[in-house]
Nanobody, 128 residues
Framework: VQLQASGGGLVQAGGSLRLSCAVSGFTVDDYSITWFRQAPGKEREGVSCIASSTDLTYYADSVKGRFTVSRDNAKNTVYLQMNAVKPEDTAVYFC??????????????????????WGQGTQVTVSS
């Protein structure tokens, strides 16, 4: 089982990035997937999630209206489109799946305190 986040980089404030979470070892449509981020000196926080088998999505208030999460079942990949980025979006971004409790769960959560399987993070740096 592997989740591999990619697509991070350096971007100016107001710009856009698209992060990818490539999944292997399980079918991405069978599980909800959550994006988290962790800025230096801060706790990891949930940013966005997409439920299994549906288009149901949730967003943290800090990114609502700017970020969009989506899933490509053919590529077994989940994306996080980041628009109108701000310096406070600077963080390492992780994708995660709870493989023990969220199979076929047609909802999703931004809660951190769950048995997540984590992918390797990707650094996003937004310059002002």
């Amino acid at each position: 089982v592997q989740l591999q986040a990619s697509g991070g980089g350096l971007v100016q404030a107001g710009g856009s990035l698209r992060l990818s979470c490539a999944v292997s070892g399980f079918t991405v449509d069978d599980y909800s997937i959550t994006w988290f981020r962790q800025a230096p000196g801060k706790e990891r926080e949930g940013v966005s999630c997409i439920a299994s088998s549906t288009d149901l999505t949730y967003y943290a208030d800090s990114v609502k209206g700017r970020f969009t999460v989506s899933r490509d079942n053919a590529k077994n990949t989940v994306y996080l489109q980041m628009n109108a980025v701000k310096p406070e979006d600077t963080a390492v971004y992780f994708c995660a799946a709870d493989l023990t409790t969220q199979k076929y769960w047609m909802s999703c959560t931004l809660r951190l305190a769950l048995p997540w399987t984590w992918g390797q993070g990707t650094q996003v740096t937004v310059s002002s």
